[in-house]
């Protein structure tokens, strides 16, 4: 149980585009989600925790209007980044939670995102 | 302010027993995470130690101290498999993580 399907795995665009990325959570369902990115060898950055029904909650120094978190349901969660440039290229993953606080999140398999 | 400490790289050999610490500071504490992470991949949740004391599930045991702001993880009859980066996570008060860096296990033949 507690299986996350994030998608795409990888993109690869050019310079100004905007992607999307989905996070759902397949068997169960998720208040909140999370999204995180992630540079070679180092930890996981917590960019932004999304809550069904209600506006995003942000890190200090991520950019709303560049990374824009829409959770619709209790199973979907989207990122998108918004007119990418070449620092935006790293490794985005989602994790949600199922039931209360205290619970695990379970991670999406993460999207590699390079911009050219 | 809040810090999580393990090492960054720790070398064991196949069929070993290897011990993994953390050290955290929060404000607040609802429990600690251990959580393995290939390279390449998403992390795979371990184990979750909210009391004192040794929680085993198989080959892999998590022990916790509250009051010394303690972890390890403990990884017996260590396979290749195994060798992954380990991330220790605290949850504070207000139930967020705060990750560690993570600990690069090398396992040799």
């Known amino acids: 149980g507690a299986v996350v399907s994030q998608h795409p795995s990888r993109v690869i665009c050019k310079s100004g585009t905007s992607v999307k990325i989905e996070c759902r959570s397949l068997?169960?369902?998720?208040?909140?989600m999370f999204w995180y990115r992630q540079f070679p060898k180092k930890s996981l950055m917590l960019m932004a925790t999304s809550n069904e029904g209600s506006k995003a909650t942000y890190e200090q120094g991520v950019e709303k209007d560049k990374f824009l978190i829409n959770h619709a349901s209790l199973t979907l969660s989207t990122l998108t980044v918004t007119s990418a440039h070449p620092e935006d290229s790293s490794f985005y993953i989602c994790s949600a939670r199922p039931g209360q606080e205290n619970q695990p999140q379970h991670f999406g398999d993460g999207t590699r995102l390079s911009i050219l | 302010g809040q810090n999580i400490d393990q090492p960054t790289e720790m070398t064991a050999t196949e069929g070993a027993i290897v011990q993994i610490n953390c050290t955290y500071q929060t404000s607040g504490f609802n429990g600690l995470f251990w959580y393995q992470q290939h390279a390449g991949e998403a992390p795979t949740f371990l184990s979750y130690?909210?009391l004192d004391g040794l929680e085993e599930k198989g080959r892999f045991s998590s022990f916790l101290s509250r009051s010394k702001g303690y972890s390890y993880l403990l990884l017996k009859e260590l396979q290749m498999k195994d060798s992954a980066s380990y991330l220790c996570?605290?949850?504070?008060?207000?139930?967020?993580?705060?990750w560690g860096a993570g600990t690069k296990l090398i396992i040799k033949p």
């Open positions: 130690n909210v």
């Open positions: 996570a605290a949850m504070d008060s207000n139930y967020q993580l705060i």
């Open positions: 068997d169960f369902q998720a208040t909140t």
